[in-house]
């Protein structure tokens, strides 16, 4: 379980061992003292009664941290496309630069069913296009070089095309999801 490698170091932080080795002793040392004093049933008595103590104060931890780490999951994956998308600092260009055919690209995906993304144009001069977002709110962020319409005039050259394309094949497959909820956990 992925969530059970970050116990450890989370105990450490929070001062509880979830490895049960400190535990252990400390039972040990328990039963230790009544050794001499009383039977050797009362001292066993003793250790199982406070490894049963300890084990379900660690069970109880880790039951605790699920719903915390789970939920600081979803606080992540929600905000992180905001701040790339503030990041990214989306520019305002005339629909008759190649947008509108970058769009009408956009909304219908490669297999031509509909998809629900909103075109970004970034300053960018590198020519890329980057898609992101959650929750169903997608962006498609293209930076204005490869908005540039043809030299005919009819849309955008072939290698604009196969990039937004390429993109919203990411959305298809729910790269953007798989990729946001893994850097998130």
Not at 35 to 45: E, H, I, P, S, T
Not at 130 to 135: C, L, S, Y
Not at 139 to 146: E, F, I, P
Request: proline letters at 4%; charged letters at 20%.
């Amino acid at each position: 379980m992925y969530l059970g490698f970050w116990y450890v170091a989370l105990g450490a932080v929070l001062g509880v061992d979830f490895t049960g080795a400190t535990s252990l002793e400390a039972c040990a040392a328990e039963a230790r003292d009544g050794a001499g004093r009383v039977a050797d049933q009362a001292v066993l008595n003793t250790f199982l009664t406070c490894t049963n103590r300890m084990e379900r104060e660690i069970i109880l931890w880790m039951v605790g941290i699920g719903p915390v780490w789970a939920c600081l999951t979803a606080v992540i994956y929600a905000v992180y496309p905001v701040i790339l998308r503030r990041k990214l600092h989306p520019v305002r260009i005339p629909a008759d630069s190649g947008v509108r055919a970058a769009r009408q690209e956009a909304d219908v995906g490669a297999d031509g069913t509909p998809t629900h993304v909103r075109l970004l144009t970034t300053p960018g001069t590198a020519g890329g296009a980057r898609v992101f977002g959650a929750f169903g709110r997608y962006r498609l962020a293209v930076d204005t070089s490869l908005l540039a319409p043809r030299a005919d005039g009819n849309g955008l050259d072939e290698r604009s095309l196969a990039m937004i394309r390429h993109e919203v094949a990411h959305l298809r497959n729910r790269d953007v999801d798989i990729t946001y909820l893994t850097m998130s956990s």
